[in-house]
């Protein structure tokens, strides 16, 4: 079976506060970053997978990703398929 | 005899604490639920306690969802049956859906482990029949990850339907609302971060916790 490379990207919800990112965001001026308006910190997943087609490959990790790797109530995700795994359907 | 179940994950570490306060400090009966476990039978009620379930990868809770003793679990509270989540418990019960919205890292980030005030509010929740509305009570916190976060809407609905049955009388972590403890729409299942378990034997402090343990015996 075809193997297809994606990466998930999982961001907090823009009306989720994330403190961490803010913390983050606080150092980058300590180190003389200045005029850092914004940093929010999420997750890049990679996977891999087999599937025997691209629609089917694409239909999993969509699944994946809204069940398992996001939690819908504070995050949202995107899917990117890697170079020549186009799995674009 | 009243019977009450403690899942137990790899990374539980509160499962002793709800059996000594259920069983040593109440004289309930406990049986603990490896995560593996399918048989609930024999079972009134079924608390799932605090700690790090699988190492709280990916998120708290998120893998512990798909413990096989939770499907159960899930079934058991459809069915009527009661169910407690603890800290992680509560975080695992949003994760499943039993409870609705998510818990999010602490305002400050601080991991906080302390005493904290609640009040119990109006509300239909079998856990907290042993209370009286407007009361005040102390149980002690310990997260990292505890700030309750809901959007608006769902919120409000929660408020209309008094499903907010527990708020912190001073806000530790930055929760909307205040919110240390929700119920579902029926009142069987009850998350909540504090640890009602950790106040239920005088030698470690206050008592307070003990009338939610003692609901089940009435």
Request: hydrophobic share 40%.
């Given at each position: 079976?075809?193997?297809f490379?994606?990466?998930v990207?999982?961001?907090?919800?823009p009306?989720?506060l994330?403190p961490?990112g803010?913390?983050?965001r606080a150092?980058?001026a300590r180190?003389g970053?200045?005029?850092v308006?914004k940093l929010?910190?999420?997750?890049?997943?990679?996977v891999?997978l087999?599937?025997p087609?691209?629609?089917a490959?694409?239909a999993?990790?969509?699944l994946?990703?809204?069940?398992l790797?996001?939690?819908?109530?504070?995050?949202?995700?995107?899917l990117?398929f890697?170079d020549d795994?186009?799995?674009?359907? | 005899m009243?019977s009450?179940?403690v899942?137990v994950?790899p990374?539980s570490?509160?499962d002793?604490?709800v059996?000594?306060?259920?069983e040593?400090c109440?004289?309930i009966?406990?049986?603990?639920?490896?995560h593996?476990?399918?048989?609930l039978s024999?079972?009134?009620?079924v608390v799932?306690?605090?700690?790090?379930?699988?190492?709280?990868y990916?998120?708290?809770?998120?893998?512990?969802r798909f413990?096989?003793v939770l499907?159960e679990?899930?079934?058991f509270a459809?069915?009527?049956g009661r169910?407690?989540g603890?800290?992680?418990?509560?975080?695992?019960?949003?994760?499943?859906?039993l409870?609705?919205g998510a818990l999010t890292r602490?305002q400050?980030?601080?991991?906080?482990?302390?005493?904290?005030h609640l009040?119990v509010?109006?509300?239909q929740?079998?856990?907290?029949?042993?209370?009286s509305?407007g009361?005040?009570?102390?149980?002690p916190?310990?997260?990292g990850e505890?700030r309750?976060?809901a959007d608006p809407?769902?919120?409000k609905?929660?408020e209309n339907?008094g499903q907010?049955v527990?708020r912190?009388?001073?806000?530790?972590n930055?929760?909307?609302?205040?919110?240390?403890?929700?119920?579902?729409?029926?009142g069987n299942?009850?998350?909540l971060?504090p640890?009602?378990?950790r106040?239920?034997?005088?030698a470690?402090?206050?008592?307070?916790g003990?009338?939610?343990?003692?609901?089940?015996?009435?």
């Open positions: 079976m075809p193997l490379s994606a990466r990207l999982v961001s907090l919800r009306s989720v994330d961490a803010e913390a983050t150092a980058a180190l970053v200045d005029g308006s929010r910190i999420g997750k890049a997943v990679e891999e087999e599937a087609d691209a629609q490959a694409r999993q990790l969509e994946l990703s809204d069940r790797l996001a939690n819908p109530v504070i995050e949202n995700w995107t990117e890697k795994s186009s799995a674009g359907a | 009243m009450l179940g899942v994950f990374g570490n509160c002793r604490d059996q000594w306060a259920a040593g109440l004289g009966k406990t049986r603990f639920l490896w593996e476990e399918r048989d024999g079972l009134d009620a799932i306690p605090g700690g790090f379930s699988y190492g709280d990916l998120r708290c809770g998120a893998i512990a413990a096989p499907q679990v899930a079934a459809e069915r009527g169910v407690l603890i800290c992680n418990g509560f975080q695992v019960l949003t994760e499943m859906g409870l609705p602490n400050k980030l601080h991991f906080i482990c302390e005493p904290t009040r509010e109006p509300g929740c079998s856990w907290l029949q042993g209370y509305s009361e005040v009570v102390n149980f916190i310990a997260h505890g309750y976060q809407e769902l919120l609905q929660l339907s907010v527990l912190y009388c001073s806000n530790p930055g929760s909307v609302a205040d919110v240390a403890g929700l119920t579902n729409s029926q299942v009850l998350g971060m640890h009602p378990e106040a239920c034997d005088p470690t402090g206050g008592v307070d003990r009338r939610l343990l003692a609901s089940l015996i009435g």
